[in-house]
């Protein structure tokens, strides 16, 4: 890899110092002393005159002088006046000379010398300037970095939990190593692979993978680079990428963040001017003017395919979509076992239990989770990493960095005493609800004063519209304990009853679950098709409809806060005992809010009031 040195204003101070000492040195050995005529022609007299050397104006030579009691000799050089100086000095028997005048040297020492320092600065300077910021003759070449084939380093076993992905670019390996057998039955692959999906899964692992596995060289480039300050560059940066990938066939073109570029035209507010269009516009020219028998594989990734233009989209453009999806929990295995390659871990540690913990990560998001367990070992001075590391790193992503610092007064942690514990008595009650595993009243993150973690046992892709009502039941089960031990309600509910609000506005505009309004989709697309400039959203549907569906959603709301409500109101000494227990211990296992719950008490009450909605008599 090539090596930048970064300029810096110590070698300018350095060269005017080296300057500065050659002038001085260059003085010191070249000293003349000037005299006078009359100085001259009295030396010349008394015999000191040793030897001068004469030109057109100027007599230049020794001189013996007294310094300091002693006799020595310096040079001298004096204005010359006399014409028929070669008499005199003949007269007094003194050697002399011819001497063409010639002023090379202390002009070069003088004048040329800092020339030629100040350019080689202003070179340096300019060299630095352009690997910045790229000079006005390279603004139109690609700014890709290219990987040869020995340069990449990424093969599929790198690239986890992705199998289905995978199996679909096993065709583009095939072509790029034997195209002959595609092209001899007049088969054409593809010419654009576009991956999509969210982030964090590997979409540019896999593109590295492909080119890896092929052995071909791989050009890297981030849609945004393409676009520049200066118009047209962003076309002629399409041009150079595609020309020198030609040249390079067999290999694989790849655009990161291709929305960037590739965004739908009409929606920028300059018009069909928009550098960005016609650097899309010149994109599209490529794609359609470059043979794909030659091996040259155009990739692109992007998690927002609802917003590319049409035209990219197209059959003989990007007409193979693969999509790169969140890992299920086998997936999840096989990333975590990628990046524990590196890890020293314990012999006992279940990565099966890791990825349960793990619903919803990325490949991204399990990579921060080694490392963060990995750093807790160290931080704990461990030899290997173990499972109370895992967990510990879960928590931390999932519900943020502890805060045992924070100061909170006694009655704000019996606030969130209370409403921690009234979250896991719902969950704990109702059917269909993740399992609770851990109730905690120490700060995390930003603004949680306390969580209650709920771990899914299996990843889930439909969900009833009663599950549904249950996690609404769940989120509000905070509020509902905190007015009914406190008889007063607090502010630590706000997200609880976002994520509430959320979910009943789904059930009603989206999924259909209204009673009153049957089954009909009234959400408009999430993605919006043309900025608003700040007016009001206009929607498909009446007012009179709006009100039914504000309607609908506060019914949702309110039935389910009594839900929660009458459970807690069951459970009153199971709401106080794991209240007293949480705020003793701060952390507990939502096993031991289980067994409170399973007490004998409570399983007789509970009976009890099983044969009294039967129509039965209590036992005496």
Known sequence: MEKHHKFSIWYVLIAVWIVLILQHSIAQTFR??????????????????????VTQDRIQGKIKTVEEGQEVERAFYTVRVDPNLSQMLEKYNVTFKGLAESNFLKNLASWIFPIFLFIGIWYLMMRRFSAQQGSFLTLGRKKARVYMEDEVGVTFEDAAG????????????????????????????????????????????????????????????????????????GAARVRDLFAQAKEKAPCIIFIDELDALGKARGMGITGGHDEREQTLNQLLVEMDGFDPNLGVILMAATNRPEILDPALLRPGRFDRHILVDRPDKKGREDIISVHLKGITVEKDLDIGTIAGMTPGFVGADLANLVNEAALLAVRRNKKKVGMAEFQEAVERIVAGLEKKNRLIN?????????????????????????????ISIIPRGVAALGYTLQVPTEDRFLMSKTELLNKIAVALGGRAAEELHFKDISTGAHNDLARATDIARSMVKEYGMSHDLGHIYFEKDR?????????????????QTAQVIDTEIKAILDSQYEVAMEILTKHKKVLDQGAALVLKEETIEGERIKKLLAMPGERGQRKAKTRASRGEKPRE
């Open 32 to 53: 003349v002393q000037q005299i006078s005529y009359s100085e001259f022609l009295k030396g010349l007299q008394d015999g000191r005159v040793m030897e001068v050397a």
């Open 162 to 233: 992705v199998d289905e992905a995978k199996e679909e670019l096993v065709e583009v390996i095939e072509f790029l190593k034997s195209p002959e057998r595609f092209t001899r039955l007049g088969g054409k692959l593809p010419k654009g692979v576009l991956l999509v999906g969210p982030p964090g899964t590997g979409k540019t692992l896999l593109a590295k993978a492909v080119a890896g596995e092929s052995g071909v060289p791989f050009f890297s480039m981030s849609g945004s680079e393409f676009v520049e300050l200066f118009v047209g560059m």
């Open 410 to 438: 006694d009655k704000e942690r019996q606030i969130v005493a209370f409403h921690e514990v009234g979250h896991a008595l719902v969950a704990l009650s109702l059917p269909g609800t993740d399992p609770v595993r851990k």
């Open 527 to 543: 993605q919006k098709q043309f900025p608003d400039f700040g007016l009001p959203r206009h929607n498909d549907y009446s007012e």
